[in-house]
């Protein structure tokens, strides 16, 4: 319940064109990036599985800019050890399976009705809630894990 637990993030995905490089911190924010800019098929995109992708110029880079990759965990309330709980507990597992079943619907939805993902970091994120980790990032690797 004490802010001791940060993380630092680093790009999944970069698009790059001449000079210019735009980094994405989740999917969803590049996917809704694509949607809104006509011409994406020009830029050279890259995928990253995690800061071992990153070349040593890009890591001196990350660690540069430390206000930008460290990312600090805010407590707010018994929220959020529910939501602790609920990703971590051996004993919870259907209602694990639940939540990602939840997650997918409000996907598809939002989808359908025109809206965009929700997801977790932006360009001015400086600290986040433990639910809102649970919910808008790690379920997306909990579901990416099931699909593998």
Same mark, same amino acid.
């Given at each position: ?7 630092? $993030? ?23 990036? &694509? ?9 050279? $995109? ?33 929220? *959020?050890?529910?939501? $602790? ?22 996907? &598809? ?22 639910? *809102? ?16």
């Amino acid at each position: 319940k004490l802010p001791f637990l940060e993380e630092f $993030i680093t790009p999944i995905v970069k698009a790059t064109k001449k000079d210019k490089e735009i980094s994405f911190y989740s999917l969803p924010e590049f996917e809704e990036w &694509k949607r809104e800019t006509e011409n994406h098929h020009t830029y050279n $995109i890259k995928y990253y599985k995690g800061l071992g992708t990153s070349t040593s110029k890009e890591a001196k880079e990350y660690f540069q800019n430390m206000d930008r990759h460290r990312i600090r965990f805010k407590y707010v309330g018994p929220t *959020d050890d529910h939501h $602790i709980e609920l990703a971590f507990s051996k004993k919870g597992a259907d209602q694990r399976k639940e939540w990602l079943t939840s997650h997918m619907d409000e996907v &598809k939805r939002r989808k359908e009705i025109g809206l965009q993902e929700r997801y977790l970091y932006t360009k001015d994120t400086k600290a986040v809630t433990y639910s *809102d980790f649970v919910n808008l990032e790690l379920v997306l690797f909990s579901n990416g894990d099931n699909v593998r």
